[in-house]
């Protein structure tokens, strides 16, 4: 059962589980904004994929379909993400991140308590998170899975409270739960809000470049078919109870992924004038509460369960930027008209 697996690395995660094993699964999503059945591919309409649109919220609806799949593991993606729409709108992040949370970690419970002692075993329930529970790291240094918690935006909080959530329910209950922290994930299929995708539309659009502050800021990014491989790998052979930090050690200022766009566009659709893309580089008023820099220690999982990034942030940008030319229409159809590219997280809590 995977939880959220119509968003960017859900759909990624059910993608990988469709293409290389013989598993059954049931897609849980809600179809929100970020949620696209589309971004399933050739999974959508394969025999072995099932989906039930369910907010997480729904414990009824989640204790019916648990009864029902009577799944042997749960992959929990399901989250609202985006920093500045937390800054605007933090309900919804409280609703989905820590209710949310809540219900399906009691409905996995109800379940689990249900199994005979070999399927109790086997079952893993697996909560995915994020590196910006971490807060911000200076110019040196690591996250690694016993840094202290120090969350500076809505959402972040929000994801902070829903692990440690998870982590209380495996140590008072003892429902078998794992937990990954990533870093940055960028790819095929992301809504076209996130960094990396907002300025590939723009740029082809001859738009500014909307880039906080002086683009300093860093991230560790990691390209989301790795990050699926890496979740699925924690699934099979990571221990209970334990923590397991996910990244492609790629750090990269702001202001340097997006000339880095910039650059690959010029190459594959040049201006027709000729001109550069980075003139179209504007800098803007930073984001409140914005961490300074994001990076990993993955030395855990890499050691314990064996994974590695197959790609490097320029190896995986360039096929980012490919996949969006090719995929043109899917941008524009996933594009409601809630959304169209202009600045979030200015107007503050609702």
């Known amino acids: 059962m995977v939880t959220g697996g119509a968003g960017f690395i859900g759909s990624a995660v059910v993608r990988r589980l469709i ?21 399933l591919a050739e999974a959508r309409h394969h025999p072995n994929h099932r989906f039930e649109q369910l ?34 709108g933090p309900v919804a992040f409280l ?14 419970l109800w379940y689990w308590r249900s199994l005979s002692a070999p399927e109790k075993a086997a079952f893993r329930f697996l909560h995915v998170s994020t590196d910006e529970v971490f807060g911000s790291l200076g110019p040196e240094g690591f996250f690694t899975e016993t840094t202290p918690y120090r969350p500076s935006s809505p959402y972040s909080a929000t994801k902070a409270g829903a692990d440690h959530l998870a982590r209380a329910w495996h140590s008072t209950y003892g429902l078998p739960v794992l937990v990954t922290n990533c870093s940055n994930n960028y790819g095929p ?61 790629n750090e990269w200022k702001n202001l340097d992924v997006v000339r880095h766009i910039c650059s690959i566009l010029d190459e594959l659709v040049p201006d027709p004038r000729g001109r550069p893309r980075h003139r179209l580089i504007t800098f803007v ?25 197959n790609e490097t942030f320029p190896s995986g940008l ?33």
Not at 28 to 37: C, I, R
Not at 286 to 301: M, Q, S, T, V, W
Request: negative net charge; glycine residues 8%.
């Open 19 to 39: 293409r290389s094993t013989k598993n059954q699964v049931l897609n849980v999503d809600l179809l929100t904004y970020a949620g696209n059945l589309e971004s």
């Open 55 to 88: 907010d997480i919220c729904d414990a009824e609806g989640l204790r019916s379909l648990l009864a029902d799949f009577r799944p042997d593991a749960i992959m929990h993606l399901a989250a609202e993400s985006h920093v500045d729409r937390s800054i605007d």
């Open 95 to 108: 609703h989905t991140n820590v209710m949310g949370t809540f219900s399906l970690l009691q409905e996995a």
């Open 189 to 249: 299929y992301q809504f076209p809000e996130k960094l990396i995708p907002l300025m590939i539309q723009r740029a082809l659009q001859d738009q500014n470049l909307p880039v906080y502050g002086e683009g300093t800021n860093v991230r560790d990014w990691l390209y989301v078919e790795d990050h699926a491989d890496a979740l699925l790998a924690v699934i099979d052979r990571g221990l209970v109870g334990e923590t397991y930090n996910i990244s492609g050690r």
């Open 285 to 309: 008023e930073d984001r409140p509460g914005h961490d300074l820099r994001y990076a990993i220690n993955p030395e855990k999982i890499e050691r314990e369960i064996g994974w590695r990034p």
């Open 318 to 350: 360039r096929r980012t930027v490919q996949w969006y030319l090719e995929n043109q229409e899917w941008c524009a159809r996933v594009q409601s008209g809630e959304y169209r590219g202009e600045r979030l997280g200015l107007r503050g809590a609702l």
